[in-house]
Nanobody, 127 residues
Framework: QVQVVETGGGLVQAGGSLRLSCKTS????????IGWFRQAPGKEREGVSC????????YSADSVKVRFTVSRDNAESTLYLQMNSLKPEDTATYYC????????????????????WGQGTQVTVVS
């Protein structure tokens, strides 16, 4: 049985930082490309940052590039997202999920998912 616990969300002022964690169990974590996705009320799901199975290749959406960093610890079956310089438009529920990665010229140009694993963690950024 797959279990996922997403933590680290909260209320933060613009310019602040948060670190999200996604602890998994019941699956072969190292077998998955995985990523962080977010969804705000009335908006479409967005692939925020994704990472390949071995952690070598990463992707971040243009909206978060430079500010967000995705990483993983396969030994701990955990995914992380370091979020710096947060903006009000980053407000959303953040989910970790298996990722479908699209590569072009050796780089990830797109990531998407067909399902969320957990309940997500809420990030609220106020100005």
């Amino acid at each position: 049985q797959v279990q996922v616990v997403e933590t680290g969300g909260g209320l933060v002022q613009a310019g602040g930082s948060l670190r999200l964690s996604c602890k998994t169990s019941g699956l072969r974590f190292a077998d998955y490309n995985i990523g962080w996705f977010r969804q705000a009320p009335g908006k479409e799901r967005e692939g925020v940052s994704c990472i390949s199975r071995n952690g070598v290749d990463t992707y971040s959406a243009d909206s978060v590039k430079v500010r967000f960093t995705v990483s993983r610890d396969n030994a701990e079956s955990t995914l992380y997202l370091q979020m710096n310089s947060l903006k009000p438009e980053d407000t959303a529920t953040y989910y970790c999920a298996p990722a479908n990665l699209v590569f072009r010229n050796g780089e990830i140009v797109q990531c998407d998912t067909v399902r969320f694993w957990g309940q997500g963690t809420q990030v609220t950024v106020v100005s």
